[in-house]
């Protein structure tokens, strides 16, 4: 699609509104164990590999690596000394942070070229704007130009699809995806069964309010459903937008003039908020992602509708107490079928500031190929396997037994279109985002509304009509619209 280009503002606005993150549109990975430096008993695979890296002076390249403290990342983190044995010319050095704090850094250093890292993690929603700033460089002509360099076997065409698609800019691939998620709902069979209920494979807001506030319990401290109330675009709004899409709203019209105050937008946020309110988890206003998927894992709540790499959480003996009770549909749409799951990769990227291209390359190629998934499957138990970012991923048997998750997975992520999100033409890509730089600040800054609406201090009319002014002046500053 076609879009307006702001006046100037993409690198100036993109270092400062960064750093005032809170969280993002991705979740957090179900716990799984940090892997051995050296194969567990039994028989683990043999650790990926392929060419070593050429020595640099001196004989051994080291790559800095930034990445978010997710504990897939530090799963991949605990396998350093599989990567190095079999890359023996190559040290890996780790830089662990915090989502937010990762996030400021990595596109303060990328931004301004300062050049501190080979290998930055990033997300969907950076990659294509990254590329077109020019602060990532192209995978494709890296693997093309140095295939000595590349994971052997390493299969771009088995990446899934709309994956692959959301880490491209001009037809190119900027960035490989270590693992990759949709939306779901999430829903405790134990208690639908007890209360006679059944739910759909694609149930409708309708019938998910129906059944929520049917199963709410207060007293016996069982609450109809889980969703997100925490302030931040990626916190609230990431399921929030996907029912607003679903209602038939839309964040920007095709002139780039914000719907924040639509009808679509008030029907919406009006039915989540009530949601929330009449039979939802307390303290609805600062859950985040954690937080709810703490209410549904200790069954605390009947229902929960997020991102789908949680189901690994949810299926872990160790920290879930209704792995036997857990089911697994699709996410809940209201008036249109569009835009009602979203899609999101945490991937791996090379700044163009990095000396070290060729190398960096020989990792990344490594920890997403193939070869990395079975090896974190037979190390740790493949429902702890990175998902969301193979096809062979979910013809696997062994992941196919692992995962009964899998299945409504990979539908998700299939069928998630973030060229194609809303019922009306809008001049932006993205689903539960707008792929725009400005939509971190606007996003955050209309989701402090809301939430204080789910708190009850507010009405949504007056967080609308707020949220709307919010979105206008940023625009206008931004220069989409006068």
Known sequence: ?????????????????????????????????????????????AAPTSAPAAPA????????????????????????GKFEASHP???????????????????????????????????????????????IVSVDDLMKNNPSN???????????????????????????PFYGES????????????????????????????????????DQKQYGIALRGLPGWGELFAPLTTAINSFGGKWFDDKWTPQVDSKEWHDAVSFYVKLLQDCGVPGAAGNGFSESLTAMSQGQAAMWIDA???????????????????????APYANTKKGYHWLWAWSLAIP???????????????????????????????????????TSTYQNPDYQKAAPFAAVTLQSIQTADPTDATRDKVPYVGVQFVGIPEFQGIGTDVSKEISAAIAGKQSVDDA?????????????????IK
């Open 183 to 218: 939306s779901m709902t999430f829903y405790n069979k134990k208690m639908f069964k007890d209360a006679g209920i059944v739910m759909p494979a694609e149930p409708t807001w309708d019938q998910i309010r129906e059944f929520a506030c049917k199963l709410h319990h207060p």
């Open 1 to 45: 699609m076609s879009r307006v280009s702001p006046r100037g503002r993409m690198l100036t606005l993109a270092i400062p509104v960064l750093a005032a993150l809170a969280l993002t549109a991705c979740a957090p990975r179900p716990a799984a164990p940090v892997a051995p430096a050296a194969p567990a008993a039994g028989g683990a695979a």
């Open 308 to 330: 789908t790499v949680a189901a690994g959480f949810l299926t872990d003996p160790k920290q879930s107490k209704i792995v036997n009770d857990v089911g697994f549909v699709m």
């Open 352 to 390: 163009k500031t990095s000396a070290h291209q060729k190398e960096a390359l020989e990792f990344i190629t490594w920890a997403t190929s193939k070869d990395y998934i079975a090896l974190v499957g037979t190390t740790n138990g493949w429902n702890t396997a990175p998902p969301g970012t193979r």
């Open 150 to 176: 590349t994971q052997a076997n390493y299969d771009v065409g088995d990446l899934i699809k709309p994956i692959r698609l959301g880490l491209s800019y001009n037809n190119a691939l900027y960035a490989l």
């Open 89 to 135: 010319n190559i040290k890996l050095k780790w830089v662990v942070l915090p989502e937010n704090e990762l996030r400021s850094r990595v596109t303060t250093d990328v931004a301004s070229g300062t050049g501190s890292f080979d290998v930055v993690t990033v997300g969907t929603y950076e990659v294509p704007i990254w590329a077109k700033n020019g602060w």
């Open 57 to 80: 002076a001196g004989g051994v390249t080291e790559l800095t690596i930034i990445t978010v403290n997710n504990p897939d990342m530090k799963t991949m983190q605990g396998f350093t």
């Open 464 to 480: 609308l009509k707020k949220g709307q002014d919010i979105a206008t002046k940023a625009m206008k500053d931004a220069g989409y």
